[in-house]
């Protein structure tokens, strides 16, 4: 037997594998496609590296199979995306191919319960079946309704698989039920609140089950399906999750049906506003468990740790210049509350402390050292980055020797933007919170440290850019301390007088940073006199401004 598979490492897709091994004889083959190399431990498993908009490409590996599953496709919601290109175009490219086929037995095309939504005149008092009249009301909805109505035209043997909402370790980020996690975690008021709304749920193990059954299975040919097991209401889904999180009940607002208003108002409103107070998509399919013998069926009250343990808000914390000062106060704060952290630095020995964490040791400064680190950091599930690492030096041009120029830029400039950068796709899959710590000098000239203000200058002015860039995918946190006393200060070559009496502490701004985090932030700059300072600077010609800046500096440091 000859299987192709498209969406091998996707969420639903890495389960289905899991679940496939077992199922697959000796002398089974699996074709995947794959847009880069992904690690599968069985030598039955064949990888065709390739995108979907090329999978013609592979029509020689495509003839040959008896079952093909498409599952990839983009679930993401967004008005920028051509979901014809993604879901649709590659749908009939393939169907067209096994049109062809004398091998084929049975093309199992993953679909969605958005394919089939709710019309204006539904009042959505009963469930969705599959006899429900389509009327998606989405762009990624009528994608997918455009493919099945295209296969079912097509008359190659077919089953479409309608999922519901469905869960399980390592989902998206964004996806419904783990953002419902991540809004109980930053105690959202939403999560405290009993919403009527009702939606069918299934298991990820489940669902895979039921793929696994399409094999040598006639009763599932030229079917559509609603894979579902369960219906919860959203107040409950809130409940189980604060349950878990919390260990105890949170205690809910009871939210009133208002059935009567909604039922007449639903098309005019956001999916997932109607989806609150009415049954929008809760849908029933009495086959589905029948033709594909799903029984003992996984609960979400009996699922939910699994999400939770691999929610965002469970991942790491990554801290460049760790090794001491702010990074090193940081990590002490985050150790305490049993964060799971990974500590980089040039040297670690205040690390040694940090048993249980992961300590990794790198130069910034050096583009080699920060590609092995990003290919190795990006392998784990990063809820915050913090790109803290920086280094400083007194004097003038003229004074500066060549070497401190080229560590100033490699670390306080090349390092933030690369690193980020190398790791910006994971950053953006698992929605990470991205710090960058820059400097209050930040924010105006500073002779005498003219290259250190200048680089911090940089750094605020990309983060501050960067923020805008990622808007839709990532909190990003401009974080501008006033001077503080670290070992920066003996670094650079900076005078401290009494023992750094006036200089915030790194305690304090670990503490002040911890908290622009949690409330989201996208820019603070740290410092009453600093403040105030920058305000008057504001207010004066620029050329006043320099020589003013020139004269604290060479006074005060």
């Known amino acids: ?34 847009r880069k190399k992904a690690l599968f431990d069985d030598s039955r498993i064949t990888q065709l590296n390739g995108s979907l908009e090329e999978i013609t490409k592979f029509k020689d590996e495509i003839l040959q199979c008896e079952y093909f599953f498409h599952i990839a496709a983009n679930p993401v919601f967004g008005s920028d995306i051509n979901y014809d290109k993604v879901n649709y175009d590659p749908t009939v490219q393939i169907v067209d191919l096994l049109k062809k086929s004398s091998s084929l037995r049975n093309f199992i095309f993953v679909s969605t319960i958005g394919a089939v939504d709710r019309s204006k005149g539904d009042d959505c008092s009963n469930p969705m079946t599959v006899k429900s009249s389509p009327n998606p009301r989405s762009l990624y909805g009528e994608s997918k309704l455009k493919s099945e109505k295209y296969i079912k035209k097509s008359g190659i043997p077919h089953t479409i698989i309608r999922p519901t909402w469905v869960y399980g370790k390592n989902m998206r980020a964004d996806s419904h039920i783990n953002k419902f996690v991540s809004m109980v975690y930053e105690n959202s008021p939403v999560s405290r609140v009993g919403f009527p709304g009702k939606v069918s749920l299934i298991h990820t193990d489940d669902l895979c089950r039921a793929f696994v059954r399409c094999i040598n299975n006639d009763r599932v040919i030229n079917k559509i399906y609603f894979a579902e097991t369960e219906a ?78 691999t929610n965002i808000h469970n991942g790491y914390w990554v801290i460049t210049g760790a090794n001491s000062g702010i990074g090193l106060e940081l990590a002490r704060k985050l150790n305490a509350l049993n964060k799971k952290l990974i500590l980089i630095d040039k040297d670690t020995n205040n690390l040694d402390s940090f048993k249980n964490q992961t300590v990794l040791r790198a130069d910034l400064g050096r583009y080699g050292e920060i590609e092995r680190l990003a290919d190795n950091v990006k392998q784990y599930k ?37 690193f980020t950068k190398l790791m910006l796709d994971a950053l953006i899959e698992n929605r990470s919170v991205i710090v960058n710590v820059a400097s209050s000098v930040a924010y105006n000239p500073l002779p005498g440290m003219s290259l250190y203000s200048a680089s911090k200058a940089f750094l605020a002015n990309w983060s501050e850019a960067l923020s805008y860039e990622l808007r839709k995918t990532n909190k990003v946190i401009t974080f501008s301390p006033s001077g503080t ?8 070559g900076v005078k401290v007088v009494n023992e750094g009496k006036g200089l915030l502490t790194p305690e304090y701004v670990a503490h002040r940073l911890l908290k622009a985090i949690d409330k989201k932030r996208s820019v603070v700059i740290l410092g009453v006199k600093t403040k105030l300072l920058l305000f008057f600077a504001g207010c004066l010609p620029r050329e006043i401004n320099i020589k003013l800046w020139g004269k604290l500096f060479s006074r005060m440091r």
Do not use: W
């Open 232 to 309: 919860l209401s959203i107040g409950n889904i809130f409940n189980i999750i604060y349950s878990r999180i919390r260990n105890r009940k949170p205690g809910q607002i009871s939210m009133p049906a208002l059935h009567f208003l909604f039922k007449r108002i639903h098309h005019r409103l956001p999916v997932t506003v109607s989806n609150l107070f009415l049954d929008y998509l809760y849908a029933e399919d009495a086959d589905f468990r029948k033709d594909f013998q799903i029984d003992g069926v996984r609960r979400l009250i009996d699922g939910a740790d699994e999400i939770i343990s």
């Open 382 to 418: 990063i809820f915050c980055l913090v790109n803290n690492a920086g280094v400083g030096f007194r004097g003038s041009l003229r004074e500066i020797d060549l070497e401190k120029i080229r560590k100033t830029v490699d670390v306080n400039i090349f390092y933030p933007v690369i």
């Open 485 to 492: 006393f670290t070992n920066f200060q003996k670094g650079a």
């Open 1 to 34: 037997m000859n299987i192709f598979i498209t969406g091998a490492t996707g969420f639903i897709g890495k389960n289905f594998m899991e679940q496939l091994y077992p199922a697959m004889g000796a002398d089974d083959r699996c074709f995947v496609l794959v």
